[in-house]
T-cell receptor, first 115, second 109 residues
Framework: GAGVSQSPSNKVTEKGKDVELRCDPISGHTALYWYRQSLGQGLEFLIYFQGNSAPDKSGLPSDRFSAERTGGSVSTLTIQRTQQEDSAVYLC?????????????FGSGTRLTVV | RKEVEQDPGPFNVPEGATVAFNCTYSNSASQSFFWYRQDCRKEPKLLMSVYSSGNEDGRFTAQLNRASQYISLLIRDSKLSDSATYLCVVNMGNDKLIFGTGTRLQVFP
């Protein structure tokens, strides 16, 4: 597609439930990133995929968070046993190369609310 | 010390004013630098890359000072539509971008 596509755009879930967030990057972009942004806060790095390399998971806040990227394209971020502090906007971005030299293109995000 | 630091603002300026934002970064090995713009409840969008020699795009000028480890963004002739949060972004050399918390700009008539 023309841009980075994320789904769902909004998700309300009950505390303790699992959620899956999807990101479809720009075709041909080899690098894919997940960030989250809490209300009024900056972007927090979560995880980074580059081609077939092992992902950089250094930003995942707990073992309840995991992500995969199938076939070097679509990525899914899974949050297990959601907690209220997981409420945030989850942003996916993709880039043409791993250096980010061209900058990132972001999707419009998934707004997650845990009640 | 935070990896990327910005003055959160807000900067309240009248239309037509010139306003400048600074950003400092901690890692001297950082390789690439950007300014992003984020409108309220929207995703960040790339405003401009920052090159070592400095670069200009219309009313926007970005500069990099590697020795002092800071980046600046100058906006001339501010428009109401420039109101947004401006994010300083740094690639620390490990293939992920680190975002500052942003500087909020409000341009008033």
């Amino acid at each position: 597609g023309a841009g980075v596509s994320q789904s769902p755009s909004n998700k309300v879930t009950e505390k303790g439930k699992d959620v899956e967030l999807r990101c479809d990057p720009i075709s041909g972009h080899t690098a894919l990133y997940w960030y989250r942004q809490s209300l009024g806060q900056g972007l927090e790095f979560l995880i980074y995929f580059q081609g077939n390399s092992a992902p950089d998971k250094s930003g995942l806040p707990s073992d309840r968070f995991s992500a995969e990227r199938t076939g070097g394209s679509v990525s899914t971020l899974t949050i297990q046993r959601t907690q209220q502090e997981d409420s945030a906007v989850y942003l996916c971005a993709s880039s043409f190369d791993q250096t980010g030299g061209y900058g990132y293109t972001f999707g419009s995000g998934t707004r997650l609310t845990v009640v | 010390r935070k990896e990327v630091e910005q003055d959160p603002g807000p900067f309240n300026v009248p239309e037509g004013a010139t306003v400048a934002f600074n950003c400092t970064y901690s890692n001297s090995a950082s390789q690439s630098f950007f300014w992003y713009r984020q409108d309220c409840r929207k995703e960040p969008k790339l405003l401009m890359s920052v090159y070592s020699s400095g670069n200009e795009d219309g009313r926007f000028t970005a500069q990099l000072n590697r020795a002092s480890q800071y980046i600046s963004l100058l906006i001339r002739d501010s428009k109401l539509s420039d109101s947004a949060t401006y994010l300083c972004v740094v690639n620390m050399g490990n293939d992920k971008l680190i975002f500052g918390t942003g500087t909020r700009l409000q341009v008033f008539p």
